[in-house]
């Protein structure tokens, strides 16, 4: 029946997963002779079905795999060949020459185990996100655009231990209606390197300034310049859009310095709606004479304090 696990881990056969692990912290204690007595198994798919088979066909089973009696038309496993080298075999299987290495955790907890093994290879930490800031115009944010982005980063070499430096493109598809610190994450984008999860790769939406507008939510804001006379008696403001029309907007109204045009609908368009769009806010900037002559001022005074 081959080497009798339980009697290395001075153990009986009802042992529980508890008291196999308990067992196993003690590993160190052991000596390289013992090691160099007792093939180990590859590490078990399911905990429960391995312990199974050892408990049904000893380390031949663990060794040969499960037979044809046990279910299944082949071996449920290839089998393990045992080379008389324990070292090799725990560096294959557990990462290092220590089989005990990684029983515990960095902190000194004890990871999840199971029967022959664990359940993992170790932690792997993933680097923190990288952030980098995307610059759009207006007119990219109203129409929608493709930005394609270069990035160099280190990628693994075939020998999976050394990197190089490559460049990669990244495409980001920007939707009509995008505002400012809208998010757009590439995942494990970053450097690669031995033991770690690349970092994702985050572009954060910025607006550019723009000559004509300012931008308040879905609203675009525009500010005209008029000379008082216009302001008292009207005008018509002439407004150049982000799709290039020109709107010739009426100003009925006398406009005092707080005063503000709505035109519905000729803001930016709404991201879940493309379809519908803000609405274009004009404010005034009223331009005072520097200097009036005495008739100007008699006919201002006449008209305005009658």
């Not at 089998?79 to 560096?91: A, L, T």
């Not at 005209?224 to 029309?245: E, Q, W, Y």
Request: charged share 30%; with cysteine; proline share 8%.
């Amino acid at each position: 029946m081959g080497q009798d696990y339980y009697a290395v881990l001075e153990l009986g056969r009802g042992a529980t997963d508890a008291d196999i692990k308990k067992a196993l912290s003690r590993g160190p204690q052991l000596s390289p002779s013992t090691w160099s007595l007792r093939p180990l198994p590859l590490p078990p798919r399911s905990p429960a079905e391995k312990k199974g088979v050892y408990d049904k066909f000893g380390e031949e089973g663990l060794k040969g795999g499960i037979p044809l009696e046990f279910g299944t038309e082949n071996s449920w496993t290839d089998g393990y060949v045992f080379h008389n080298n324990p070292y090799k075999v725990f560096k294959e299987f557990f990462g290092g020459d220590n089989p005990f290495a990684e029983f515990f955790a960095e902190d000194g907890s004890e990871p999840d185990m199971a029967f022959g093994g664990l359940r993992g290879r170790g932690v792997r930490k993933q680097d923190p996100p990288i952030e980098r800031d995307l610059y759009l115009s207006l007119e990219d944010l109203f129409y929608g655009c493709t930005k394609k982005i270069k990035i160099s980063r280190r990628v693994m070499n075939e020998d999976g231990q050394t990197t190089a430096i490559r460049d990669k493109i990244l495409t980001i598809d920007v939707r009509p209606g995008w505002k400012q610190g809208t998010r757009v994450t590439f995942e494990k984008e970053g450097d690669q390197g031995p033991n770690i999860i690349p970092a994702d790769i985050t572009f954060i939406v910025q607006e550019k300034l723009h000559p004509r507008f300012k931008r308040a939510d879905d609203n675009l804001i525009y500010v005209a310049a008029i000379p008082l006379g216009k302001a008292l008696v009207g005008c018509t403001v002439d407004v150049k859009t982000l799709d290039g029309r020109l709107l010739n907007i009426p100003i009925n109204d006398i406009v005092d310095p707080k005063y503000c045009k709505v035109v519905p609908g000729e803001g930016m368009p709404l991201c879940q709606d493309p379809a519908r769009k803000g609405d274009l806010v004009i404010y005034f900037e009223i331009a005072f004479p520097k200097q009036l002559t005495p008739d100007k001022k008699k006919l201002l005074k006449n008209a305005l304090l009658c």
